[in-house]
Structure formats: structure tokens, C-alpha cells
């Protein structure tokens, strides 16, 4: 089972909105309700911050939200704040052998 | 507190064994499935494992299928992983990690612990 497929970085100033895509296939991130995503700050554990697409745990920022079309994940970061710069993964189900996948990574970096 | 506080990391040679655990608490541990992830220094996490909450199904991750096996005790609110027939390619950082939802099978996890690490060389 691959790795779902994000951009390597993304970026933007303060203020701005960024999207991060996730692409997968139809055995997983086009098939299932529990596409999540998950932020990483350096030498912490991944925390997660959407799940069911399109879900925000208690205590997330509603500055994050997510959506899916087809095949593609994808988690908008609104009015980006320094705090935001991260490592961002997305995640989702699969009916692989494999039964969970997570994406390959974007860094997120505030100019 | 609700947290999840793991151990058993170290340094072992190529083909050895290893036994992780992972420690609950501030939450029904025995009601919660609960999986084990891994993350490889400088790369993306890696799904290794997840255990119903019942301890009776087990999932395992292609990579280490026949090698691994996760177990819980409910009674002692504690994660397990024997890791057998180690390899290079199992040098990483293990977290435990909790499912969001009781019931939820590999939904999303909402709690991580700090991660032990394994190291695996000659």
C-alpha cells in the first residue's frame, strides 16, 4: 500500500490561506469517511486536527478545515499565524492489506 | 491526566527481539481500540498495528506481518508490542495512539504518547 501523495511544502504569509492537497486512490482516500489530518511540530507527536474529512476535534482552531473530492483530500489553513508552521500529514483508511495509510508530509512554512 | 506514556526503546542488533509498552491513563482504556504507529527519523508516520478493545482481533501493517505482535492487558490498562526479527528498516519512533471514538475502528487518533525509540543496528 503507498503512501497518499501531498506537496512537499507549501507556504504563505501571515493572514493568508493555503490549501494542502492529499491524492489517494479509490481504495482509500476515495472510498472512505475517515480521511483525518494530523499537525507535527519538531520532536512532538503528530496531533490530530480534522477527522471524517471534515471534522474538528474539541480545542482545534476552526482556522482549519477540510473536504474531499473524488480521489483528493485537501485541509485549508485560514488567516495562517507563525504557529501554524508545521508538518502536516494526511491519513486515511484503506481496504489494502495494509489498513491504514498516511500521506507523505507537506511543511508548512509562515514567510 | 489523560495521556499514554511508552517504554521498552533501545538499542538492539539485527534479528533480536524487543517488547514495547505503553501505559494509559485519564480515560477507559478498555473500551478504546488502540494501535501502534512509527515514524522513521526525517520521514512521515507509518500505521504498524491496532488491537480491538477486546483484545480479541488483531491488525497488522504489511511490513511487519509474522513478525510483530500487539497485545493489551484491560486489567493493567497497558499496550504491548513483541517485535521479533528486527531489521534495519524497523529503526523508528513507536508512539502508541488511541482511537477517537470508542467503537471507532482506525477512524483517527486522537491521543499520542512521546514515542520510544528503536534502533536497530550492528
Known amino acids: 500500500q503507498s503512501a497518499l501523495t501531498q506537496p512537499a511544502s507549501v507556504s504563505g504569509s501571515p493572514g493568508q490561506s493555503i490549501t494542502i492537497s492529499c491524492t489517494g486512490t479509490s481504495s482509500d482516500v476515495g472510498a472512505s469517511k475517515y480521511v483525518s489530518w494530523y499537525q507535527q511540530h519538531p520532536g512532538k507527536a503528530p496531533q490530530l486536527i480534522i477527522y471524517d474529512v471534515a471534522n474538528r476535534p474539541s480545542g482545534v482552531s476552526n482556522r482549519f478545515s477540510g473536504s474531499k473530492s473524488g480521489n483528493t483530500a485537501s485541509l485549508t489553513i485560514s488567516g495562517l499565524q507563525a504557529e501554524d508552521e508545521a508538518d502536516y500529514y494526511c491519513?486515511?483508511?484503506?481496504?489494502?492489506?495494509?489498513?491504514?495509510?498516511f500521506g507523505t508530509g507537506t511543511k508548512v512554512t509562515v514567510l | 491526566e489523560v495521556q499514554l506514556l511508552e517504554s521498552g526503546g533501545g538499542l538492539i542488533q539485527p534479528g533480536g527481539s524487543l517488547r514495547l509498552s505503553c501505559a494509559a491513563s485519564?480515560?477507559?482504556?478498555?473500551?478504546?481500540?488502540m494501535s501502534w504507529v512509527r515514524q522513521a527519523p526525517g520521514r512521515g508516520p507509518e500505521w504498524v498495528s491496532t488491537?480491538?478493545?477486546?483484545?480479541?482481533?488483531?491488525f497488522y501493517a504489511d511490513s511487519v506481518k509474522g513478525r510483530f505482535t500487539i497485545s493489551r492487558d484491560n486489567s493493567k490498562n497497558t499496550l504491548y508490542l513483541q517485535m521479533n526479527s528486527l531489521r534495519a528498516e524497523d529503526t523508528a519512533l513507536y508512539f502508541c495512539?488511541?482511537?477517537?471514538?470508542?467503537?471507532?475502528?482506525?477512524?483517527?487518533?486522537?491521543?499520542w504518547g512521546q514515542g520510544t525509540m528503536v534502533t536497530v543496528s550492528s
Open positions: 495512539a488511541k482511537d477517537l471514538t470508542a467503537g471507532c475502528y482506525l477512524c483517527a487518533f486522537d491521543l
Open positions: 491519513s486515511s483508511y484503506t481496504s489494502g492489506s495494509t489498513l491504514y495509510v
Open positions: 488491537i480491538r478493545s477486546s483484545g480479541f482481533n488483531t
Open positions: 485519564g480515560f477507559s482504556f478498555s473500551n478504546y481500540d
